[in-house]
């Protein structure tokens, strides 16, 4: 939880708002592959990916 708040300051002093987007969609996808790795109810989602 440290990282994502230490993750926010940068941001928010940097003025790098724009990498928000492409931050949230990068945990999106690795929660994706670590769920089709874990069970195989995700498995069909990936290959259509």
């Given at each position: 939880m440290e990282l994502l708040r230490e993750l926010w300051a940068?941001?928010?002093v940097r003025k790098k708002f724009?990498?928000?987007?492409?931050?949230?969609?990068l945990l999106f996808l690795a929660a994706i592959f670590w769920l089709a790795g874990t069970s195989?109810?995700?498995s069909p989602f990936i290959y259509m990916l």
């Open positions: 940068f941001l928010r724009w990498l928000a987007p492409i931050i949230i969609a195989g109810v995700v």
